[in-house]
C-alpha cells in the first residue's frame, strides 16, 4: 500500500469487514483495533494519516476516535520504522523473568537502543511494551506479530538473525 493512499486496499477490507461480523452492528467500533493492525501490517508496520481517515470511514466512525486510539496504545506507529518491528515486554512478570537481560542483550547485540532502528532499516526496538499478555512465557517479545517465549539470548540471535 502507497502510504499516500487515502484508500484501504481490497485485502484490508476484507480482513476488516471479517471482524466487522463478529460485532453487532452497533458495535462497529469493536473492531477498531483489529482495523488498525490489519492496515499498520500492510502498510510496512506504520499508520498515517490518510490510512487512520480510510479506516475512519469505513468503520463509520468520527477520525477522531480513530486518532485518539491510534496514538493511545503502544503498538501502532505513527511514523516509519524498521521492516521488522521487535517488542520485548517488560512488565513486571517478564521483568522478574529476566526481560531487562533481554532487552541489554538485543541492544547490545543491534548497536541500538530502544525507540530506535538499525542504520540498514530492518530493525526497529520499541521503547516500550507494558505487556503483551503471555505472562507464563515470559520472558517474552513479540517479533512482527508473532510471539516469543521463554526467551533465552541465544534464541534471540536465532530469532532476529533469522529476520531479512
Not at 79 to 102: D, E, F
Not at 119 to 145: F, N, S, T, W
Amino acid at each position: 500500500m502507497n502510504t499516500t493512499d487515502t484508500q484501504l486496499s481490497k485485502q484490508s477490507c476484507a480482513e476488516i469487514d471479517a471482524l466487522l461480523a463478529k460485532f453487532p452492528a452497533e458495535g462497529r467500533k469493536s473492531a477498531l483495533l483489529g482495523a488498525l493492525n490489519v492496515v499498520q501490517h500492510e502498510n510496512k508496520g506504520f499508520l498515517t494519516e490518510d490510512l487512520m481517515d480510510a479506516v475512519a470511514r469505513h468503520l463509520d466512525l468520527a477520525k477522531i476516535e480513530v486518532y485518539e486510539v491510534a496514538s493511545f496504545y503502544s503498538m501502532y506507529e505513527l511514523k516509519p520504522v524498521a521492516r521488522h518491528n521487535v517488542a520485548v515486554c517488560t512488565n513486571i512478570s517478564c521483568m522478574l523473568m529476566g526481560s531487562q537481560s533481554i532487552v541489554n542483550h538485543v541492544e547490545n547485540k543491534l548497536g541500538i537502543k530502544l525507540g530506535e532502528s538499525t542504520a540498514d532499516g530492518r530493525i526497529y526496538l520499541k521503547i516500550e511494551e507494558e505487556c503483551l499478555a503471555a505472562c507464563a512465557g515470559g520472558p517474552m517479545m513479540q517479533v512482527d506479530h508473532v510471539y516469543h517465549e521463554n526467551l533465552t539470548p541465544e534464541k534471540v540471535d536465532e530469532i532476529l538473525d533469522g529476520l531479512e
